[in-house]
């Protein structure tokens, strides 16, 4: 596998995977904050690691803005193509200060859908991310499942750990999918947290 996303871009939306990861992570995200039933409207939203934007495509319709960020150019050039309507598809990395005066600020929901177990410093990314929620906004998060610290992806235990450092309250951590994989079941977590 390429260490560059930009290599997948061109792909990535005609795998059936990754369409059904996002309906999946969507669901689950609507069971818990109820986005399809109305009073998002004007509610600010932050997708961090967005990709092509299937996630933030189905979160446009109900909020009023979706910012869109990817530090894959060709992802990101991808999903601008598509011309969504409410979602602003911006090429940043905002772990590094950069988007400051794109109003990346003042989110009512923070994204992060299978990109945090890729980060160098968990911690303290969502830390970073929760200083960017509105009081009560939340923080919301799938990567794939690790039974120990030693396995690709991040543990129950890690993503409990790091929402707590954040500051960050409410902390729920569960599995709540799997994905099949190589004739095996991929579980895939979901941690949410508010901000105080």
């Known amino acids: 596998m390429s260490s560059d996303w930009n290599d997948y871009a061109d792909g990535w939306d005609g795998n ?8 999946r992570a969507f669901a689950a995200l609507d069971a818990y904050a109820g986005i399809t039933g109305g009073g998002w ?43 969504l309507p409410n979602v602003r598809a911006l ?6 200060g950069n988007g400051a005066g794109e109003g990346l600020t003042g989110f ?7 990109v945090c177990s890729f980060l160098p410093d968990y911690p303290g990314a969502v830390a970073q991310l929760a200083g960017l929620l509105n009081s009560g906004g939340m923080f919301v998060q799938w990567d794939w499942l690790a039974r120990d610290a030693g396995a690709s992806g991040l543990t129950l235990q890690q ?38």
């Open 91 to 96: 090429h940043t990395d905002i772990l590094d």
């Open 159 to 196: 993503v409990r750990e790091g929402l707590h450092l954040a500051g960050l309250g409410g902390i729920r951590v569960e599995q709540v999918f799997d994905m099949g994989g190589g004739g095996q079941a991929m579980p895939v977590l979901m941690g949410t947290a508010s901000r105080k």
């Open 41 to 83: 409207q004007d509610k600010r939203v932050l997708d961090f690691g967005c990709g092509t934007g299937l996630l933030s495509g189905k979160l446009a319709p109900h909020v009023q803005e979706v910012a869109a960020v990817d530090t894959s150019e060709r992802m990101i050039a991808v999903l601008a193509g598509k011309a």
């Open 16 to 23: 059936s995977d990754v369409r059904l990861y996002a309906d």
């Open 108 to 114: 009512d929901l923070i994204c992060a859908s299978s």
